[in-house]
């Protein structure tokens, strides 16, 4: 069992940046990939990023080149760091790890103003 809390989250402006954390407590040496997910209002959950335990990064169109997504294997810490964001990046945003099955967070909001 793995649980995730996500924080980071909040209101900013168009061209702005953020920084998403994702602190997992339980088993975590079993957890693989990890990945942030997020959920926009009438739209189905998407990508976003992921990254593999050795570090192998892959992202959504959307996101390469403004996002970058990291971990911390040590502190076990999922992060996001968010730059040049925009208005369609108004979502909720998930964490999400895989070990024998997949586990979510709460989500945290993120809104961007234009």
């Known amino acids: 069992q793995v649980q995730l809390v996500e924080s980071g989250g909040g209101l900013v402006q168009a061209g702005g940046s953020l920084r998403l954390s994702c602190a997992a407590s339980?088993?975590?040496?079993?957890?693989?990939?990890m990945g942030w997910y997020r959920q926009a209002p009438g739209k189905q959950r998407e990508l976003v990023a992921s990254?593999?335990?050795?570090?192998?990064?892959n992202y959504a169109d959307s996101a390469r080149g403004r996002f970058t997504i990291s971990r911390d294997n040590a502190k076990n810490t999922l992060y996001l760091q968010m730059n040049s964001l925009k208005p369609e990046d108004t979502a909720v945003y998930y964490c999400k790890a895989i070990m024998l099955g997949a586990y979510w967070g709460q989500g945290t909001q993120v809104t961007v103003s234009s």
């Open positions: 990254i593999s335990r050795g570090g192998s990064t």
């Open positions: 339980g088993s975590t040496d079993s957890i693989n990939n």
